[in-house]
């Protein structure tokens, strides 16, 4: 009798007592996750990047002119804080290799739509995209390339998936 009362104290203390480190884990991982994601809110842009180097594209009679973002930090940031493009103006982001690619509108104040584009110029699909969101929006295969324009754009200027986007670097 003794040792069944013994045991489920003994039981009990040892419960907590996991149960206590592994809330002191999960504390402690909470709190450099916390640190992870203030430092990198810390880090995050606040105004527009600089225009970048312009390319000129072509989509059927229709002339482009994109902002290249080809590197990692100018990809990162993109249109973030821009509040105005021009008619024809965009932002073309290009990718070292095709891969699935996906696009948010993290501090982006302008409503954007984005055509994925493969390697040959191929719109691949379009998304439209709602300022200040961070919806996913994703190729529907591997791409190389991701041109944002005003939203409505391609879609004004007739321009579908499948149609050929001329230019690409």
Not at 31 to 54: D, H, I, V
Not at 104 to 122: V, Y
Request: hydrophobic share 45%.
């Amino acid at each position: 009798m003794q040792t069944s009362a013994v045991l489920p104290s003994t039981r009990s203390s040892f419960k907590r007592g996991r149960g206590a480190a592994l809330t002191a884990l999960l504390l402690a991982f909470a709190a450099s996750f916390t640190a992870g994601a203030n430092a990198a809110r810390a880090q995050e842009p606040t105004t527009a990047q600089a225009p970048l180097r312009t390319v000129q594209l072509s989509a059927g009679i229709h002339v482009i002119h994109a902002e290249l973002a080809n590197t990692d930090e100018t990809r990162q940031r993109g249109l973030m804080f821009r509040k105005e493009l021009e008619a024809n103006d965009g932002m073309l982001f290009v990718f070292e290799r095709p891969d699935m690619q996906c696009f948010w509108m993290h501090n982006t104040p302008l409503p954007l739509s984005i055509a994925f584009i493969a390697d040959d110029g191929t719109i691949v699909n379009i998304a439209d995209m709602a300022p200040q969101t961070d919806d996913t929006h994703c190729s529907k295969k591997p791409v190389r390339y991701a041109l944002e324009m005003a939203q409505g754009w391609f879609g004004d200027h007739g321009i579908s998936a499948g149609k050929k986007i001329d230019g690409l670097p």
